[in-house]
């Protein structure tokens, strides 16, 4: 069988084909396809995907965009697998002898989870991007041991014991429905966390971000750290860190933007405990990062930076104080008005504003409308 992938994708083995991907991929792809020659002997699709792939790398795994010899699978597994942003992270959460990732996929982070480990093992059922990852890792000279495999029945039938187990669960069931909860994930983390903590000293699962954090917990004994991951204000992933000796009861929980380049670190039993004031609007109005919300630090927030909030639900809070630092967005309080087209628009001039509604009954439409209001803009109203 992986003779016959062998076989397909050999041609993008020819230096001819490696610099026509590198010179072309940027240019319109229907087209380019039309006009090379209609007799030549190579699988378009497979062509195609790689162009395609080609402008996705460029941004999202940057530091592979010069290596010719890659090949890449389907356009669903590229825009699915982690970004080089966010693989590198992982790779700096733990480190050791050997390293198992039981959900290989295409291969990006157990590429750079490697690099922390001197022994790696990539395991993946299907066998068209397992033959792809494993010619990656030889081009890229990776120290990683692919097999085409499930992770889990690999797991159950190797004597050996790993420094850190990475699970990457599908979040689809056999229907190809969405799913959101860690017992109908595939594989079902629930189910095997016994055997996941037998052969490996931590596990590092990563989520969508999507998952409910507090039920995550309750479910995932010996819980270390959960790590919260944002890409420019937008939460990507969700990183469980399950330690088998940990005997802490109290759960670190880490939120990191990695491109607004800040860390926010709290303890989940402090952040039950804590005790906040609230205030009415003052010099300047604090967002938190997305990150921040998702991981509920909203008194922790508060206490680290001498913040109170407008309303206990609302997460907005206020400060006489310009924080540089803060990680969220900050903004200059100009006026605070009533739900009144003219009042609003003698301090809108501009007919454009971002709204965002908190606690408030009418939609953000609704709003708008009433206000006679275009999106866009320089200026922000909450409601």
Not at 276 to 293: D, F, G, R, T, V
């Amino acid at each position: 069988m992986s003779t016959d992938f062998k076989n397909k994708y050999n041609f993008l083995n020819d230096e001819f084909w490696q610099d026509f991907i590198a010179k072309n991929y940027k240019n319109p792809i229907d087209k380019l396809l039309f006009s090379l020659n209609q007799k030549l002997e190579v699988d378009g699709g497979i062509l195609a995907n790689q162009l395609k792939a080609r402008q996705i790398i460029e941004t999202k795994i940057p530091s592979w965009k010069n290596h010719k010899n890659l090949i890449f699978p389907k356009q669903l597994s590229m825009e699915q697998c982690s970004s080089e942003h966010t693989a590198l992270y992982k790779s700096k959460i733990c480190n050791g002898e050997s390293c198992i990732d039981l959900t290989g996929g295409f291969g990006i982070d157990s590429f750079f989870i490697s690099k922390s480990f001197k022994n790696t093992i990539h395991c993946e059922k299907n066998l068209e991007l397992q033959f792809i990852a494993q010619h990656n890792f030889e081009c890229l000279q990776a120290k990683v041991e692919s097999h085409f495999t499930d992770g889990i029945e690999y797991l159950k039938h190797t004597n050996q014991s790993f420094d850190l187990i990475y699970i990457d669960p599908s979040r689809r069931n056999e229907n190809n429905t969405k799913v959101v909860r860690l017992e109908e994930y595939t594989p079902n983390i629930i189910l095997h966390l016994n055997l996941l903590l037998e052969k490996g000293k931590q596990i590092l699962v990563k989520t969508s971000p999507l998952l409910d954090i507090k039920l995550a917990m309750e479910q995932l004994p010996q819980l270390k750290e959960i790590h919260v991951i944002a890409v420019n204000n937008e939460c990507k992933e969700l990183l469980f860190l399950i330690d088998a000796n940990s005997i802490k009861k109290q759960t670190s929980i880490i939120c990191k933007d990695l491109v607004k380049d800040f860390t926010f670190k709290f303890d989940n039993e402090q952040e039950l405990n804590n005790k906040i004031n609230l205030s009415l609007p003052q010099k300047y109005i604090y967002e938190p990062n997305a990150s921040i919300l998702k991981a509920g630090a909203f008194k922790s927030i508060a206490l680290a930076f001498k913040l109170s909030k407008l309303h206990a639900n609302s997460h907005l809070y206020t400060s006489e104080n310009y924080l540089k630092d803060f990680p969220g967005r900050c903004f200059e309080l100009n006026k605070i008005c009533r739900l009144n087209k003219q009042e609003i628009q003698r301090v809108v001039k501009s007919k454009k504003a971002n709204i965002s509604k908190r606690n408030f009954p009418n939609s953000v439409n609704e709003i708008r409308k009433k206000l006679g209001l275009n999106d866009g803009g320089n200026d922000y109203i909450f409601a």
